[in-house]
């Protein structure tokens, strides 16, 4: 039998539950339970579901070159590719194993797959319609997957190349960027500067996210593909665009909606100060933790003297949490959690 579902849910969604797009929310929650328990009850790593999401990724890709039914099958399997985004990082909750290189290499994946699935579209719906059209669109979503993900990643890439690194804001400590910049925000905004939760409502910013959510994207993807197997290629009232398919009107939107999006993201990013927000929170988040029975910088600098091997006088003394080896808080973002020992919080 194994173990139960309402387990399952306790150790390895709730603890990330706040962390959850509008996919996760919707049906990634309940999609990749059934996966997780089989990987939990076979007692497989949960770096089988990693290699699996890459796996599922690049196929799904290649198959929208094939036939109809080929077509609906790659979707399939790129919609398992986010399914199995959320296993990952889900066993490895149960498991209690965390590895940071498995999140660098899940980071890579999204990478590849996102912008690969688009322009995998862009071009099959051209050779089918021979619209150049359809293969720029295939283009733009590729483009535009590719800036905002490395956009919204570059606060922890700033985080740790500076702030671990000692280089931030000169010679000055984080602690003293972290006070001011949460003096800013509570200027600002009268409130602290914590992650945003997301919850599903009947306003602008459910809708803007399930018309932008990649993950629900291959959802709709899979719809369309199989209106592509009954409907053949068809002409749009009014306009003079010569014959479309579910798929090309699919790719043509995203083509549209993904670069707006992108350009809005960097607009408000700006004006609403969300780098220092991003930023006051991986500072809070990593004050604190330390690795146990590492001796203090200043101390190893002292007995070791200057010219020591293994000891730079630039390289911190403190160490962040790792990524986990996958499935993010997002639920088909970055990964994350908490690791297991060795990481520890100081004095707690």
Not at 103 to 108: F, L, R, S, T
Request: glycine share 12%.
């Amino acid at each position: 039998m194994g173990v139960q579902f309402k387990e399952l849910r306790r150790v390895c969604q709730l603890p990330v539950a706040d962390g959850n797009d509008v996919a996760g929310l919707l049906f990634g929650d309940k999609a990749s339970l059934p996966l997780t328990k089989l990987l939990v009850d076979l007692n497989l790593s949960p770096s089988v579901a990693t290699v699996g999401m890459l796996v599922c990724g690049l196929a799904g890709s290649a198959l929208q070159f094939g036939t109809p039914w080929m077509v609906v099958g790659g979707a399939l399997l790129l919609l398992l590719y986010y399914v199995l985004d959320c296993v990952d990082g889900e066993v490895a909750r149960w498991k209690r194993i965390e590895h940071a290189r498995w999140g660098y290499y899940e980071y890579i994946f999204h990478f590849v797959v996102k912008p690969v699935c688009f322009l995998s579209v862009g071009f099959a719906t051209w050779r089918e319609l021979a619209q150049i059209e359809l293969l720029l669109a295939g283009m733009a979503a590729a483009v535009a997957t590719l800036w905002l993900k490395l956009f919204l990643g570059l606060p922890s890439i700033v985080f740790v190349g500076t702030v671990f690194g000692r280089r931030f804001s000169g010679d000055r400590p984080y602690q003293e960027y972290l006070a001011e910049a949460q003096a800013r925000l509570r200027e600002r905004d009268g409130v602290p500067a914590t992650r945003e939760v997301f919850r599903l409502r009947f306003d602008l910013t459910t809708l803007r996210s399930l018309g932008t959510n990649f993950d629900i994207g291959l959802l709709l993807l899979l719809v369309a593909s199989l209106v592509d197997v009954f409907v053949q290629p068809f002409a749009l009232p009014g306009l003079d665009v010569g014959l479309v398919t579910a798929r090309a009107l699919w790719l043509a939107y995203y083509g549209l909606v993904l670069p707006l999006d992108f350009l809005d993201y960097v607009r408000t990013y700006f004006r609403q100060g969300h780098f220092d927000r991003q930023m006051v929170r991986l500072l809070a988040g990593a004050h604190g933790f330390t690795l146990p029975g590492l001796q203090p910088l200043d101390e190893r600098s002292e007995s070791a003297g200057p010219g020591a091997p293994g000891v730079s006088a630039g390289a911190p003394a403190v160490a962040a949490a790792g990524t986990g080896s996958g499935g993010g808080a997002g639920r088909g973002g970055a990964t994350s959690g908490a690791s297991t020992p060795p990481l520890q919080r100081a004095g707690g």
